[in-house]
């Protein structure tokens, strides 16, 4: 027998189970139907190597960006990027030294930035994103971590 | 079979470790004052950044490490042993009390002469002093005897009472331990396999495999400090009103959620990392998601315990809020403390649904996030308690009770005005720890206009937090009078089923709860040495 109280009881925890159950399935179909996820891609590199790598911008197609970027104790490298028309911003970013983070103001993009590891996502700037960005580094990185920033400018 | 505990070492124990932890609050408090006025835009007062990033370090594992594990320790053994009423192995404690209390000395002695800038999550291959390092673990495995002396009396209480159910502060007590055995294991992995050859042979480090393990640990902490204060909140509300808990049963599933879900769900804390496979993210997301139902539970069962006592009390289809005994700091700072857990767990929710955490990571939201459950869940359930405790266990009666009174609503006012306001910040993009936010005159206006505010939020929960401290020190030091009885933490009202269910086969929880982490956390460790360490020298400049 169940009591009348127990029945709130019940029908609360199905209304918890639907929530969890719908939000689970919208971001299932974000994540994996539209290809909406954030940063997971890396390829491991050898942190004497990241000498070698050569930071800055390089266009690869029309509006389509190659963005390698390098943090380290307490600077982006490159600290000032231009970008015009981006349709579709690559970024490949890796660390020298500690862990950072790597934030534009204003966008979705946030990502954690490793040493020893190059981390890979793709940026779609909506078309109304003009103007200059801040970029910063928002994973603590030593005593100058709030000294630790860049801009981007995009044009149209 | 003892009732009489006062003077025993068993309350020895609970004193130290509860007037230690009061300590830690006032000086983890006190920094983040300190923090909160220097990062401040216009503030007079502003420390060095050095500074500013040694007590921010001190802040969080004062508060959030130390503070909550002492606390919970002489809690734990005062709840057990009024409520079971078994004899508790006095040399468990003993060398509890001497390993913890070590371990928190040297942690702190690494923070406070500038040797472990590293901040509360200690992120390799930042390399703080080896005692930052010795001290953690230290504190750690000490705290697992007091976990070991309470599953012991637990089982003597058992096999004196086959039958009989599980009072339920026995429950969370048992469920906080073993979410607190099963959240450390992978820390002290971590620090033993990761942090000390680092510290001291200067070995590299592989950055995801020290972050795995750290989050792994990372987020059945969180319900490590929560249990006790759900805990609390369902023996002493009931208690405070003279009536039943609404479903006991529920309470007990809440806690066995607890138990299950709590540990294979910390890739949550690693959405933005590179080299976590997208599907892995997914999966902790969805347990997380589950997870947080248990707290609806509780949520559901407190507020029904209200309204049944409201009712009862003659308060009619509203009527009933107004007739709950508001006055009462330890009843009205509980719910108070549930309310802001509301505020947490949505929050909470939003951190954890996966796209959603690229707006928030990392950002002053977070900080928003978890002044409301830890900063108050937790810390006001255990400040208004010690308002129980000091005439329970410290035989005191509590001075100026009309300030104590006022202390829970002050905090609150204060924390929802900070909290709100640093959350808002942070959907702005302002990042939280950072010491300075001008970023050389380009961060946005609006993120001023939020910090300052957010400011005086601090302040005013900074004046509650001060209020509570001097009425628990000035009690305990000059107020020796007569007793005062103003509750009973001992002989639960509770009626006790003499037979028990599958829901108190604590065994086939635990279970259960491994066979989910074995799950949740097999294909990530897999995953994690299959591809290959990638090894980075550790850092100690810049520090």
């Not at chain 2, 959620?257 to 997208?278: E, K, R």
Request: net charge positive; proline share 5%; aromatic share 14%.
């Amino acid at each position: 027998m169940v009591h009348k109280e127990e029945t709130y009881e019940y029908i609360w925890i199905v209304i918890v189970a639907a929530v969890i159950a719908g939000l689970s399935v919208v971001m299932a179909y974000y994540g994996f139907a539209l290809n909406l996820n954030p940063v997971c891609n890396a390829t491991p590199i050898d942190i004497k190597e990241v000498e070698k790598l050569t930071p800055g911008v390089k266009e690869i197609g029309p509006g389509i960006y190659e963005i390698t970027m390098i943090g380290q104790q307490f600077s982006w490298n490159p600290n000032r990027i231009v970008l015009k028309d981006p349709k579709r911003v690559i970024f490949k970013i890796t660390s020298k030294d500690v862990i950072h983070g790597f934030q534009i103001v204003g966008t979705s993009v946030n990502a954690m930035v490793f040493p020893g590891y190059i981390g890979q996502f793709i940026w779609e700037p909506p078309n109304n994103f003009e103007g200059r960005f801040l970029i910063i580094c928002n994973e603590y990185c030593g005593v100058g971590h709030h000294l630790m920033y860049a801009t981007l400018e995009i044009e149209r | 079979m003892r009732d009489i505990f006062k003077g025993s070492f068993e309350d020895i124990f609970s004193r130290i470790n509860i007037g230690f932890a009061i300590i830690l609050l006032a000086l983890g408090g006190l920094f983040g004052v300190l923090q909160l006025l220097s990062r401040t835009p216009g503030s007079p007062i502003k420390v060095s950044a050095a500074t500013y990033y040694q007590i921010l370090t001190g802040h969080g594992v004062f508060l959030a490490v130390a503070f909550t594990l002492f606390f919970i320790m002489g809690l734990t053994v005062f709840m057990s042993t009024r409520i079971l009423k078994v004899d508790i192995n006095r040399l468990l404690l003993k060398i509890s009390l001497c390993m913890t209390l070590l371990g928190a000395v040297l942690a702190a002695v690494s923070i406070l002469t500038g040797k472990a800038r590293v901040l509360y999550t200690f992120y390799a291959p930042m390399k703080a002093h080896p005692f930052f390092y010795i001290g953690a673990a230290l504190l750690i495995l000490g705290s697992w005897f007091t976990a070991f002396a309470l599953f012991l009396q637990y089982l003597k209480w058992r096999k004196q009472n086959p039958d009989r159910e599980i009072p339920v502060p026995i429950f969370g007590l048992l469920a906080t331990w073993i979410v607190w055995i099963e959240a450390t294991i992978p820390v002290v992995i971590d620090v033993l396999k990761v942090y000390l050859p680092m510290a001291l042979l200067g070995a590299s480090v592989d950055v995801l495999e020290a972050r795995t393990w750290f989050w792994f640990f990372g987020h059945p902490l969180v319900y490590f400090w929560l249990l006790p204060a759900i805990t609390l909140w369902y023996y002493l509300i009931p208690k405070r009103l003279g009536v039943e808990l609404f479903s006991k049963k529920m309470a007990k599933i809440a806690f066995i959620l607890f138990i299950i879900y709590s540990t294979p769900i910390g890739l949550h804390h690693q959405l933005v990392d590179p080299g976590v496979d997208a599907r892995l993210k997914y999966l902790h997301t969805v347990l997380t998601l589950i997870v947080g139902s248990a707290s609806m539970l509780t949520a559901f069962n407190i507020l029904a315990t209200l309204e049944r006592a409201g009712r009862k009390a003659g308060g009619g289809f509203f009527g009933w809020i107004i007739k709950l005994p508001w006055r009462d700091p330890i009843f009205s700072g509980m719910i108070l403390a549930l309310i802001a857990f509301g505020f947490g767990g949505i929050t909470g929710i939003i951190n954890t649904s996966y796209q959603l955490n690229n707006v928030v990571h990392n950002t002053s939201w977070i900080v928003g996030h978890f002044h409301t459950t830890v900063g108050t869940a937790v810390a006001l359930t255990f400040m208004v308690a010690s308002y129980g405790l000091l005439t329970e266990l410290f035989n005191r009666k509590v001075i100026a009770y009309s300030l104590a009174r006022i202390h829970p609503y002050l905090w609150v006012i204060g924390i929802f005005i900070f909290s709100m306001n640093y959350a808002l910040a942070g959907l702005a993009g302002a990042p939280r720890r950072t010491y300075d936010l001008t970023f050389g005159g380009m961060a946005p206006e609006i993120w001023y206009t939020y910090l300052k505010a957010g400011a005086v939020g601090g302040v005013i929960f900074a004046l509650a937090g001060a209020i509570f401290v001097l009425i628990f020190i000035l009690s305990i030091l000059v107020n020796k009078g007569e007793e005062v009885r103003i509750f009973k933490f001992g002989n639960p009202h509770e009626n006790l089923n003499e037979k028990h269910s599958v829901i108190d086969n604590i065994k086939l929880w635990i279970v259960v709860a491994v066979i989910l982490i074995i799950l949740g956390y097999s294909i990530p460790l897999y995953q994690l040495y299959s591809q290959g360490l990638s090894l980075v020298p550790p850092v100690a400049k810049g520090l």
